[in-house]
Structure formats: C-alpha cells, structure tokens
C-alpha cells in the first residue's frame, strides 16, 4: 500500500512539473543536407525520411537531480504540513540528504 501512495505522489510530482514546462519550446530536428524534418530511428541511427541522410543519436539528459531536491526543500519550507512527504520524496533521491533527515524528526 506505501509503494501505490509513494508512487502516486511522484506521478502527481512529474504531473505538476510537466504543467510547468508546457510553456517551454524544443528545437525542432531538421536534416542538415535537405532541410526536412521527418525522421525514423532505428538501432541508435536516425535517417531522413526524404534524402537518406543518417545521423547518430546521442542520448542526453537534461533532468537534474539537484534541481529536483532542491524544488522538493523549497516544497518542504512553503508547505510544513507536507513536509514530510516531500522529505521521503528527497530521501529517496538522496538518502543522506541532511536538510531533508531534519523534517522526519
């Protein structure tokens, strides 16, 4: 039963951060030999639909973990009556976070 609650408070987390970031853009993938934009991937290589043209996909992250605990201590500072919730959240990101230890006791 823990593990539906702890995981329904991250769905409802990832929910809210996803709100948050509709505003922002992303750059759209054009084939640098045609100009289109319509690609298929297949075993680590995208290939232009039109042209042929075949590019290697690198894989980047661009979430960062501290940027989440530190939402997640914002959350813990403006909301002491979820606070613990939110400490849970961090600990299990970081299980030595010290400012998040703080709001269990």
């Known amino acids: 039963m823990l593990q539906y609650a702890r995981a329904y ?4 987390e ?3 951060y996803i709100s948050r970031m509709e505003g922002c853009s992303m750059k759209a993938i054009v084939c640098e030999k045609c100009g289109a934009s319509d690609f298929y991937d297949e075993n ?3 290939t232009c639909r039109y042209c042929g ?3 290697r996909i690198a894989y980047t992250s661009s979430i960062g973990l501290d940027d989440d605990v530190a939402e997640l201590l914002r959350k813990c500072r403006e909301n002491p009556a979820k606070a613990r919730k ?3 959240l961090i600990l299990d990101i970081d ?5 998040a230890l703080k709001y269990l006791k």
């Open 95 to 99: 299980p030595d976070n010290p400012e």
């Open 53 to 55: 043209a075949r590019y």
């Open 14 to 16: 990832v929910k809210e």
């Open 86 to 88: 939110y400490a849970n």
């Open 9 to 12: 408070t991250i769905i409802k």
């Open 44 to 46: 680590g290589i995208r």
